[in-house]
């Protein structure tokens, strides 16, 4: 099975920006969003964003809303993470899929085996 491939990722000061990339695989059709996740150290995976496949929505976490804009090229299947304002507590490795579901604005559905290798951001205080 053919797994997503994130680049972008590095080491850049706090207030600093970057842009990930991810050439998604997997299910892109209608009902299912591309999007992002991160594990920052000693923690758990947790949603960042997703923007569905099929129209312009989007779903931000809290934590980096206002800051990160997700976007995508589906001729490309590609998925983009647009990072500003980045803080330490960002740092973590950043994650994505294809297969996102949503119920009611909530991830609600995740895949199991669709994963690439994750790309590494940190940011120095």
């Known amino acids: 099975q053919v797994k997503p491939v994130e680049s972008g990722g590095g080491l850049v000061q706090a207030g600093g920006s970057l842009r990930l990339s991810c050439v998604a695989s997997g299910r892109t059709n209608n009902g299912y969003a591309g999007g992002w996740f991160r594990q920052p150290p000693g923690k758990r995976r947790e949603f960042v964003a997703a923007?569905?496949?099929?129209?312009?929505?989007?779903y931000y976490a809290d934590s980096v809303e206002g800051r990160f804009t997700v976007s995508r090229d589906k001729a490309k299947n590609t998925v983009y993470l647009e990072m500003n304002s980045l803080k330490p507590e960002d740092t973590a490795k950043y994650y994505c899929t294809s297969e996102i579901e949503f119920c009611s604005g909530k991830v609600c559905h995740v895949p199991a085996d669709n994963w690439g290798q994750g790309t590494q951001v940190t940011v120095s205080s």
């Open positions: 923007i569905s496949w099929s129209g312009p929505l989007t």
